[in-house]
């Protein structure tokens, strides 16, 4: 009797834990099925989804090999449409194999496309990546009078077949005898990159619209593109020259001295100038034609110094004048060519000058003096009355210059470059728990920073420079 007890005690233990087993099997598969991948949309999916719903509706879908394409380089995709007779699964038939598979159907006796079937494209690329399409143009679409007419107009004749992308998507139908407009599509991507899945649709009529198959995609409605037409016209050259003198006197200006010169037939020249020591500022304006036809004017202009070529300041903006501004540390003479006038006009240059701010140190050579005063013009910052607190030099790399300060002052630093070439400058200051700094910028030779000691005796003055052969020096004065 105990045996047999055992033994019916045994085979329910047993029973138990394969009910526990089966238990844990199910919950374990529950778990797969509730905890798998997770659910993401990426480029591939959504051209698996256009792919598939346009299948679903009787088309015939081929999914071309994805496309990488840069900024600034056209890429023209050739687009075989999926031949007639042979069924295109979503997704696994790419251009090489929809040509392969229309070959085939060819020999094998498949029917033409009819001739109002629709052919449909779709570019498909990450939502940020703005780009247009333009399908091939047919011969004798637009004569050559007619486009230049367009043109002299101000409307660009390819702007009107080209498609712009709405979040990354853009698609293209052709009916009938216009599908042959579809065999070739040129690329052009607005953004750095992209990355492109295409798919191709053939069906007897226009498939269903991207708007539909990705929501997601959809945007508010889109603006056109408005045609700005031609630039503004800056009006007499005697008002602009008087307005850029008042302007001028009223920050502080006491001279102002015009010179001019006539442009070339194509609107460029040079002015060679011998300026003093101080702050310039060089207004260049150019007279306007009256002739009804004539060119744009926009002055581009730049100052060097003569004999080195030292790039003193540079005006590539969209406005008809141009405007250059720079400190220099000794007279010297100071190149300024310019192009944009309309032909051969006259073309004003109007120097304002400032003096040399006082106590700014010239024992660092004149390109430091110039560069120390331009940072104190840049910054606004007013004319030092002493002079300075602290002096030093330094090279390529980062400098730690710590310097004694009197509590409840304030001062202004400035770092400027003396010798070889600056990529990129910066000055910080470290207050207690207060920190500023300013960057050179693009061109720029200095940086300067403002601060203001509550109760701290010392400031820690942090100078970066990278370049060619750097030299800097740095000056600190102390500001009423």
């Given at each position: 009797?105990?045996?047999?007890?055992?033994?019916?005690?045994?085979?329910?233990?047993?029973?138990?834990?394969?009910?526990?087993?089966?238990?844990?099997?199910?919950?374990?598969?529950?778990?797969?099925?509730?905890?798998?991948?997770?659910?993401?949309?990426?480029?591939?999916?959504?051209?698996?989804?256009?792919?598939?719903?346009?299948?679903?509706?009787?088309?015939?879908?081929?999914?071309?090999?994805?496309?990488?394409?840069?900024?600034?380089?056209?890429?023209?995709?050739?687009?075989?449409?999926?031949?007639?007779?042979?069924?295109?699964?979503?997704?696994?038939?790419?251009?090489?194999?929809?040509?392969?598979?229309?070959?085939?159907?060819?020999?094998?006796?498949?029917?033409?496309?009819?001739?109002?079937?629709?052919?449909?494209?779709?570019?498909?690329?990450?939502?940020?990546?703005?780009?247009?399409?333009?399908?091939?143009?047919?011969?004798?679409?637009?004569?050559?009078?007619?486009?230049?007419?367009?043109?002299?107009?101000?409307?660009?004749?390819?702007?009107?077949?080209?498609?712009?992308?709405?979040?990354?998507?853009?698609?293209?139908?052709?009916?009938?005898?216009?599908?042959?407009?579809?065999?070739?599509?040129?690329?052009?991507?607005?953004?750095?990159?992209?990355?492109?899945?295409?798919v191709v649709a053939a069906s007897s009529g226009p498939p269903e619209r991207l708007e539909s198959i990705?929501?997601?995609?959809?945007?508010?409605?889109?603006?056109?593109?408005?045609?700005?037409?031609?630039?503004?016209?800056?009006?007499?050259?005697?008002?602009?020259?008087?307005?850029?003198?008042?302007?001028?006197?009223?920050?502080g200006a006491p001279r102002v001295a015009p010179l001019d010169m006539r442009a070339s037939t194509v609107?460029?020249?040079?002015?060679?100038?011998?300026?003093?020591?101080?702050?310039?500022?060089?207004?260049?304006?150019?007279?306007?034609?009256?002739?009804?036809?004539?060119?744009?004017?926009?002055?581009?202009?730049?100052?060097?110094?003569?004999?080195?070529?030292?790039?003193?300041?540079?005006?590539?903006?969209?406005?008809?004048?141009?405007?250059?501004?720079?400190?220099?540390?000794?007279?010297?003479?100071?190149?300024?060519?310019?192009?944009?006038?309309?032909?051969?006009?006259?073309?004003?240059?109007?120097?304002?000058?400032?003096?040399?701010?006082?106590?700014?140190?010239?024992?660092?050579?004149?390109?430091?003096?110039?560069n120390l005063a331009a940072v104190l013009k840049r910054r606004h910052a007013p004319a030092p009355r002493?002079?300075?607190?602290?002096?030093?030099?330094?090279?390529?790399?980062?400098?730690?210059?710590?310097?004694?300060?009197?509590?409840?002052?304030?001062?202004?630093?400035?770092?400027?470059?003396?010798?070889?070439?600056?990529?990129?400058?910066?000055?910080?200051?470290?207050?207690?728990?207060?920190?500023?700094?300013?960057?050179?910028?693009?061109?720029?030779?200095?940086?300067?920073?403002?601060?203001?000691?509550?109760?701290?005796?010392?400031?820690?003055?942090?100078?970066?420079?990278?370049?060619?052969?750097?030299?800097?020096?740095?000056?600190?004065?102390?500001?009423?």
């Open positions: 009797m105990a045996a047999a007890r055992g033994l019916v005690e045994r085979g329910r233990r047993a029973a138990a834990g394969a009910a526990r087993g089966a238990a844990l099997a199910a919950l374990t598969a529950l778990a797969g099925l509730t905890a798998g991948a997770p659910a993401r949309a990426d480029l591939g999916d959504d051209a698996a989804r256009v792919a598939r719903m346009w299948s679903l509706s009787g088309a015939r879908v081929a999914r071309l090999p994805p496309t990488f394409v840069e900024h600034g380089r056209l890429r023209v995709v050739a687009i075989d449409p999926p031949p007639a007779g042979v069924a295109g699964a979503p997704g696994a038939v790419s251009a090489s194999g929809a040509a392969s598979a229309g070959r085939a159907a060819g020999a094998s006796g498949a029917v033409a496309p009819k001739a109002e079937e629709c052919l449909a494209v779709a570019f498909l690329a990450p939502r940020i990546v703005d780009f247009t399409l333009e399908p091939e143009s047919s011969s004798g679409e637009l004569s050559a009078l007619e486009g230049l007419v367009h043109r002299l107009r101000g409307q660009d004749p390819e702007d009107e077949r080209r498609i712009h992308s709405v979040a990354g998507a853009a698609a293209i139908v052709r009916c009938g005898d216009a599908r042959e407009t579809l065999r070739r599509v040129a690329l052009e991507v607005l953004s750095p990159r992209g990355a492109f899945e295409v990705l929501p997601e995609r959809v945007s508010g409605p889109v603006a056109p593109r408005g045609d700005p037409g031609r630039p503004a016209e800056p009006g007499p050259l005697d008002t602009r020259v008087a307005r850029a003198a008042r302007r001028a006197r009223a920050d609107g460029t020249g040079q002015f060679s100038v011998k300026l003093a020591e101080g702050c310039h500022r060089l207004d260049l304006m150019a007279e306007v034609p009256s002739a009804t036809v004539r060119r744009a004017t926009d002055l581009d202009a730049e100052a060097r110094e003569a004999g080195t070529g030292r790039l003193l300041d540079r005006d590539r903006s969209d406005a008809p004048d141009a405007r250059l501004d720079f400190c220099l540390g000794g007279s010297g003479v100071v190149e300024v060519p310019f192009l944009g006038a309309a032909g051969p006009v006259k073309v004003v240059l109007s120097d304002a000058q400032w003096p040399m701010p006082p106590h700014v140190p010239g024992y660092f050579g004149a390109r430091a003096r110039g002493a002079q300075a607190i602290a002096e030093a030099v330094g090279a390529q790399g980062d400098t730690l210059v710590p310097v004694e300060v009197e509590p409840g002052r304030c001062y202004f630093a400035a770092a400027a470059l003396a010798r070889g070439e600056m990529r990129a400058l910066r000055i910080s200051v470290e207050l207690g728990d207060r920190a500023a700094r300013d960057d050179a910028g693009e061109g720029g030779e200095g940086a300067g920073v403002a601060f203001c000691s509550e109760i701290e005796e010392s400031a820690a003055l942090r100078v970066s420079a990278r370049g060619g052969s750097p030299v800097w020096v740095l000056a600190v004065w102390p500001m009423d």
